[in-house]
């Protein structure tokens, strides 16, 4: 089976025995671990005794509490592979510690040394190693056997990936100056094993995380926009990528002979909008229980299909991947100061390490190449002429380039890359199309196609100043609750000391 083929409960073979790890929208996740892991996050935060808010440990019991929650969310998720994650988190600490104390005594010197780069080099060829053998040698299939599609990060071990790209960014912060390192083994290993961010991102920078490890605000309405944010991306996932599923899967599969151009057509508009609504639905997720536990992670998704350009479509798709590459892997999509060689050559390479970042496989790295090409292309001479188009026709060929270089990303292989195209293109001689399996278009297919389209067009992006009144209901309705909980409580109270006799 392919690697990527999947759905919402992901299934991780290792060589031993399959493990069932747990995802955002799993019910055990939502009625078993999510609440436990809350409310013990919000008694640390109010047992935390007054004199650590004034000193810098606020947040050392909640912290405490959200590390656990993480350990056990990432040993489900993998399995036997969790000792190498323990391991990665011992060497980054320790690591990053080194470095620290390296530039120390460099900067009393008054001098460089060699000492701080020779670190971050053994620090950066570890994780690499790490990610590599874990990634591309191991045989380690991360399914989502029920959807046809796995989200591409998780070609590895649950969230190792997003591990591995948080312990560069620690430890090339830490070496250039941006944060210092953390002393405190517990706010180390909660920015390198974070829950909310193991799934599906948003990457999150060390020395934006840095600050907020000790100091941030775990408020009421912030826990109000967090549960709008997760329920925005728990319907994306679960209804809207679930729902234009199903045809996908059918689609890819149908053999050249039995594939017409309506049903191609119909697998690559439903793919188009299932990786996206998987995508950016995993973010919303993770952002919004980040807002929970008082985490202000950097929106990963803006937008991309309004885009009137590849070129700004990666502006807004995966942004926080994008902001990595160019902070330390010094790769923009735009480079300043650069000359037209320079610019076409960022941008190619940049897009080629985001088609290996999303995984092994031919197809995969086509993908990356020619949206690397087609970047190049615009910011060479097709960019201008796109200006001059009006507004809906640049919007069109957005569209139109995306959508095809997606079929090429969810094929098999890139012949069945080439059989849908051919069939999109009418050229296709499928002969007797009812021996294909059928497509159950049903009323909960179209309605789900139909607001699927209406979500990611500029009608539903201008109704966002209502989102305000969303999270003041929400805010309203938790008070309304808590101080309902509070007054049944002390009438409880009160009336368990009458019975008693006391007073």
Known sequence: MSARRGGPNLIACSSAEPFQPVLFT???????????????????????????????????????????GSVVFLALGTGPFMRWVVGAVVFNYLVALA?????????????????????????????????????????????????????????????????????????????????????SPIRASLYLLCFPLLCGGPLARYSDMSPQLAQRRATLAAFAFGVRRWLVGYCKVVFLAAAVAGPVDIVFATPAAELGMARAWLGAVCFTLQIYFDLSGYADMAIGFGRMFG????????????????????????????????????????????????????????????????????????????HGAIVIAEQAWLGKRLARLPALLRHAYLLLVVLLLWVVFRAESLPGASVVLVAMSGLGHAVDIAD???????????????????????????????????????????ILISTSFVYMWRRLVNTARFLTGRR
């Not at 019910?27 to 005794?49: D, G, I, K, Y």
């Not at 923009?332 to 496989?361: E, M």
């Not at 179209?446 to 305000?468: A, D, E, K, N, T």
């Open 436 to 478: 294909a399996v059928p497509i159950a278009l049903t009323p909960w297919f179209w309605s789900m196609l139909g607001f699927g389209v209406l979500s990611i067009s500029p009608l539903w992006q201008s109704g966002g100043r209502w989102l305000v009144t969303v999270d003041a209901l929400t805010t309203s309705i938790l």
């Open 99 to 183: 470095i620290g104390r390296a530039r120390l005594v460099a900067a009393s010197a008054s001098r460089p040394g060699p000492l701080p780069e020779a670190l971050l080099t053994l620090g950066v060829t570890g994780n690499v190693v790490l990610l590599g053998v874990s990634k591309f040698a191991l045989p380690l299939p991360v399914l989502f056997a029920d959807r046809g599609f796995a989200v591409p990060q998780l070609l590895a071990p649950l969230g190792l990936t997003f591990f591995v790209c948080h312990a560069l960014s620690y430890l090339a912060d830490v070496a250039r100056g941006d944060a210092p390192a953390q002393a």
């Open 295 to 370: 985490f202000r992670f950097v929106e990963n998704f803006r937008a991309p299909y309004l885009a009137g350009s590849l070129t700004e479509f990666w502006r807004r798709w995966n942004i926080t991947l994008l902001d990595w590459c160019r902070r330390y892997l010094h790769l923009a999509l735009t480079p300043k100061h650069a000359g037209a060689w320079a610019r076409a050559r960022q941008a190619g390479l940049l897009l080629l390490c985001v088609g290996v970042w999303h995984g092994p496989g031919s197809t995969v790295l086509v993908w990356g190449g020619l």
């Open 26 to 68: 799993d019910t055990a996740f939502l009625l078993r671990f999510l609440p436990t892991v809350l409310a013990l996050f919000f008694l640390a935060v109010a047992v935390t005794p007054k004199r650590w808010k004034t000193d810098g440990r606020r947040f050392t019991l909640p912290n405490t509490v959200l590390l656990a």
